[in-house]
């Protein structure tokens, strides 16, 4: 990662990794970030330096939060949080524009932007990207199944106060 500011892509996807290094940030050019099914516990704040990250994938690590630079990403559509162990989501994540949600077999309108936070400790969500509450405020729920998509699903979870 050391000054390779030309990197667009960079998957680190099953390395096991347990940490990523602020240097992350040095990748200017960065436009999708796969880190998905490692042990992350946090993500550096330094990773809302990539201006140009589009897609963001976070799935199936140990992440208990996610850091509030992540508002800085104005061009990230896709967000995959899902099977963490994320409890509450930063307000910055409002800054977002561009992120909602995907829905399975492209029957909704809103494709491709991407915004999964199932499997979480989450037990309320105050913090919903714009894109997200305009798409729920005009669907209609005429889709084949009559459901919301998969993809906005939280699953059941034991909420403590």
């Known amino acids: 990662i050391n000054g390779d500011t030309l990197v667009k892509t960079l998957n680190l996807r099953a390395r096991h990794l347990t940490t990523l290094p602020d240097a992350i940030g040095n990748l200017k050019k960065l436009k999708v970030c796969r880190l998905d099914s490692n042990e992350l516990t946090s ?11 589009v897609q963001l994938i976070l799935s199936n690590n140990k992440l208990t939060t996610v850091p509030p630079t992540i508002g800085n990403l104005k061009k990230l559509t896709s967000l995959l949080l899902d099977n963490n162990l994320i409890d509450s989501l930063p307000v910055e994540l409002m800054n977002c524009p561009n992120l909602s949600i995907n829905a399975p077999d492209s029957v909704y309108a809103v494709t491709p932007p991407t915004f999964t936070i199932d499997s979480n400790k989450l037990c309320n969500i105050s913090i919903i990207p714009p894109t997200l509450i305009t798409w729920l405020n005009s669907w209609d729920g005429s889709d084949a199944s ?8 939280l699953k059941a979870q034991k909420c403590t106060p």
């Open 43 to 53: 993500i550096p704040a330094a990773i809302g330096q990539c201006s140009l990250l």
């Open 146 to 153: 009559g459901y919301l998509p998969d993809t906005f699903w």
